[in-house]
């Protein structure tokens, strides 16, 4: 504070007071300036509790750390986020990871195995691909088999009746588990083809934005020639005159209508009873004891996280990223009260539809507890964080990883690159391939399919199996014969047999031979040349003596070396003359 207070000088009716009491004005200031501090302090303080610490006293852990869920945040109405749902809600949470705590002792719904036997109906413009991604993710993870469409298409035999050659034919041995395509629903046809423990699933939509996402997804304004500035309204002012043109019969042949109770035509229910509101009313009935779970797109994340309870399935089964989300002019309008009343009365089993499950869907969750509520705001929170690292993180480190740890509703897990791929990919053209592939592998005569592409080569992947497995057993093999072999070659120094090898050096004495031309003294016929050659005929038997190689002392020659005399005798002539 010396030190402080020697560099303290301020100034009172322009006199420098060294020391003294500081002015009013100054003091003020100094009082906001430490006030400020101390509230950014506070805030960051309070900022931190009311992440990590329930004021109710409620905790769960998150990554490997402590994560709290503030009590009484629910409102009940969550929709589905648009297709750029960014991460703001958990955004705060991604650095976070410090903190270490023990994870509360909750009771936990028990579930003796997953469920991996479903059939997905796939109503028309409700938001069904983005689950249709997250079941084809679950199928093609556990290699289950799909009831996939015969042709380039993504439907299977619709807008009419599944039919036998509508789909690939399954793999012998291996029956049908799951069908996520657009199909019309039929009970009969389903359950001849899917397993005894099929679950039925589908989702549907508030008839009215489902009608705009019609209108705008399949060309309605072109096809029926309405205004662009209001077509919805200008479709419900006379809808029957202008959909007329597209029902059967007509040269369109279509057997539903892009305006009316389409949801339920996919649902099942023929278009010739959807006036009869006492039908409308059996057929929901028998939908809703067939149906496992009939999800609601205005309550998404509930529907999924109601279906991972009932399908014994993790949190990274569900995550999802959302898929054909369009904006356009007429997409946040709403209809006046008597337009309103005008489209209820033309789609009267639609409304009837979803004002059900949308009702079942609440009183289902309603027997889940409060924990329901808690487990959702945290998948709400993870599937953000995830989104957020799959289109932000990745794209600019390709190995970066995100690690999640267990809380008393999922186990521990890590997204990385490859999962960020299969949550955004569309399954279904690799899923066919595979399909097809098997099913030629089996035995089953069939030829590639054009729309396929082209086939998989078939000869790189048995050429590495091929590669692969003899190496294995080839180096077992190849030491034991070296260490026989060795032994051999140490048999090899019994050099015993080399002496039997010695009597090829006799053949080398056949050389000797040639030293028998050191009857060089042939020179020394030249004086008489014919007549002595006539005594070297008689050398001929000289090759009689071949068979004394048997007597192998050919060290006899030595007294042949006695005719060495017969030169002496020479020389005495010479001395004679």
């Known amino acids: 504070m010396s030190a402080f207070r020697r560099n303290d000088s301020v100034h009172v009716n322009s006199v420098s007071v060294r020391g003294g009491r500081i002015s009013k004005q100054q003091q003020s200031v100094y009082s906001k300036a430490a006030a400020a501090v101390l509230g950014v302090l506070l805030g960051a303080v309070m900022t931190y509790i009311s992440l990590y610490v329930d004021l109710a006293g409620f905790q769960v852990t998150t990554e490997s750390q402590a994560f709290a869920l503030p009590r009484g945040q629910y409102d009940g109405a969550t929709t589905l986020p648009e297709e750029s749902s960014g991460a703001r809600l958990g955004e705060v949470l991604e650095s976070n990871s410090s903190l270490t705590a023990t994870p509360p002792d909750l009771t936990q719904r028990v579930c003796s195995a997953e469920r991996m036997h479903f059939a997905f109906v796939k109503v028309h413009k409700a938001g069904s691909t983005t689950p249709y991604i997250v079941f084809q993710r679950f199928g093609r993870k556990r290699h289950l088999q799909f009831v996939l469409p015969s042709n380039e298409r993504v439907d299977v035999g619709w807008p009419y009746l599944m039919k036998k050659e509508d789909y690939l034919q399954p793999i012998p041995g291996r029956p049908f588990d799951l069908l996520v395509d657009h199909t019309v629903y039929n009970r009969e046809i389903f359950r001849n083809l899917l397993p005894n423990s099929t679950v039925y699933l589908t989702i549907v939509r508030e008839p009215y934005s489902h009608l705009k996402s019609v209108v705008n997804w399949y060309s309605v304004v072109r096809k029926y020639g309405l205004k662009k500035n209001d077509p919805v309204e200008a479709l419900l002012k ?15 042949k279509q057997p539903f209508s892009w305006t009316r109770n389409f949801m339920s035509y996919d649902l099942g229910l023929p278009i010739a009873l959807a006036d009869d509101e006492t039908h409308i009313q059996k057929y929901i009935a028998e939908l809703d004891r067939d149906f496992l779970l009939v ?25 999802y990223k959302v898929q054909n989300s369009r904006q356009y002019g007429y997409k946040k309008e709403d209809l006046s009260p008597k337009m309103k009343k005008i489209h209820r009365n033309w789609s009267k089993a639609d409304y009837l539809i979803y004002e059900h499950f949308n009702r079942t869907l609440w009183d289902k969750i309603a027997h889940e507890g409060e924990d329901f509520f808690n487990e959702m705001t ?14 932000v993180t990745v794209v600019k480190d390709k190995t970066a990883d995100k690690r999640f740890g267990a809380t ?24 066919k391939k595979m399909h097809v ?4 592998k089996n035995g089953v005569n069939m030829p590639w399919p054009t729309w396929l592409g082209p086939p998989p080569p078939p000869d790189p992947p048995q050429k590495k199996t091929a590669d692969k497995k003899p190496p294995k057993p080839a180096p077992a093999k190849q030491p034991v014969p070296v260490k026989k072999t060795v032994p051999v070659k140490k048999s090899v120094p019994a050099k015993q047999p080399a002496p039997a090898k010695q009597p090829v050096p006799v053949k080398k004495t056949v050389p000797v031979k040639k030293s028998v031309p050191a009857k060089q003294p042939a020179p020394a016929k030249q004086p008489a040349p014919a007549k002595k050659s006539v005594p070297a005929k008689k050398s001929v038997p000289v090759k009689k003596s071949v068979p004394v190689k048997k007597s192998v002392p050919a060290k006899q020659p030595v007294p042949a070396k006695k005719t060495v005399p017969a030169k002496r005798l020479k020389s005495s002539r010479n001395s004679r003359h």
Request: net charge positive; with cysteine.
């Open 238 to 252: 006379h809808p029957e005159e202008l959909d007329r043109k597209w029902l059967v019969p007509s040269a369109n």
């Open 295 to 319: 999800m609601v797109l205005e309550y998404f994340d509930e529907s999924l996280v109601l279906l991972k309870r009932y399908m014994c399935w993790q949190l990274t089964d569900i995550l």
């Open 378 to 391: 945290r998948f709400k929170q993870v599937n953000q964080m995830v989104t957020r690292f799959c289109d």
């Open 408 to 431: 008393p509703w999922h186990k521990a897990f890590v997204i990385d690159r490859r999962f960020c791929g299969l949550l955004n990919t569309r399954h279904l053209p690799a899923l």
């Open 437 to 440: 592939t098997e099913l030629r």
